[in-house]
């Protein structure tokens, strides 16, 4: 445990400003592309304000995926005990540790750079307790589920995404932004918006707001069906949006009317609309498809 003067100093330290990343961009040859949601952030005040609400202590081993040039990294280095850095483009894996020895050269051997795409990771060198970053815009969503469901050891987090996606991932039933990714993240975690964050901090600037989103893990839902039959009957719902459920279902059963059957055995109402229901129902869904499958499993014996 950090003493009250470590912790202080750590505080102190610097962080990335517009002339340093002008200097790194310069000095790597950078041209951030769209299609890794490149926008890194010059603002340090931002950066503290990030770390902050995510409540970064000593004990914590934070997961950043997509350091980039490192801004939000030293913030994190300088409350965690080890920050575990996931980035895709070689270029910039390469220089973050060099930066970090730079800029906080005490506490360069806390950081660990993986070189890969976040979304096959499936083993870290140490359980991490949080995750907090700036994810790349293009890949959020499916990033931050599978960090939920491949490593479970992380009960809080704080993410940075676009605005209209921090909607969507706090979205409560009956919303109109409430939807797939509202449902899935509902499986592993609560969520709720902390924060937004202006274009004018990113370079290059982005052409739409972001916005915090802060995750606390909670227990998993109680249910005999497991997560991938529940995220398949969530797609198949929301495949056409503004149908009844007897309707969006009648796929996985033949009919409008045997999807009527399996959603009263459920106790839901079969004219209903997948955006009217909370994650609990669609597990109940989920269960009474499988005792569908069973009955006519035991029918065909």
């Known amino acids: 445990m950090a003493s009250e003067h470590d912790q202080r100093q750590r505080d102190d330290q610097p962080l990335l400003d517009p002339t340093a990343i002008r200097g790194l961009v310069a000095e790597l040859g950078l041209r951030p592309t769209k299609q890794r949601g490149q926008n890194f952030v010059t603002d340090a005040n931002t950066v503290r304000r990030i770390v ?5 202590t000593p004990d914590d081993v934070v997961v950043e995926v997509g350091p ?8 994190l280095l300088h409350r965690a005990r080890r920050v575990i850095a996931i980035e895709i483009d070689p270029l910039l894996a390469g220089a973050l540790p060099a930066t970090v020895a730079r800029l906080a050269p005490a506490r360069a051997e806390a950081l ?15 359980p991490p307790t949080k995750v907090v970053a700036n994810l790349p815009y293009n890949v959020s969503v499916p990033v931050l589920l599978h960090l939920l469901a491949t490593f479970d050891s992380w009960q809080h987090g704080l993410v940075m995404v676009q605005a209209e996606v921090a909607d969507r991932l706090v979205a409560g039933p009956g ?20 924060g937004s964050v202006a274009p004018s901090v990113f370079w290059p600037v982005p052409n739409v707001d972001s916005g915090l989103v802060a995750l606390a893990r909670r227990p998993p839902v109680e249910t005999t069906a497991n997560r991938a039959a529940v995220f398949a009957v969530i797609d198949t719902a929301f495949a056409q949006r503004r149908k009844m ?20 055995d459920a106790g839901i109402d ?13 597990a109940r869904i989920a269960e009474a498809l499988a005792r569908v499958d069973r009955s006519g499993d035991s029918a065909g014996h």
């Open 68 to 75: 980039g040039l490192g801004s939000l990294t030293l913030g």
């Open 52 to 56: 902050g609400l995510a409540e970064v």
């Open 270 to 282: 079969p004219q209903v609309r997948g955006e009217q229901l909370e994650i609990a129902d669609f």
């Open 245 to 264: 459920l007897r309707s969006a279902l009648a796929g996985l059963v033949g009919s409008s009317a045997a999807a009527s059957v399996v959603l009263e």
């Open 112 to 126: 660990t750079v993986i070189t890969a795409d976040a979304l096959r990771v499936d083993e870290l060198p140490e």
């Open 175 to 194: 919303s109109k932004t409430y939807g797939i990714p509202s449902l899935k993240l509902a499986w592993y975690a609560s969520s709720r918006r902390v």
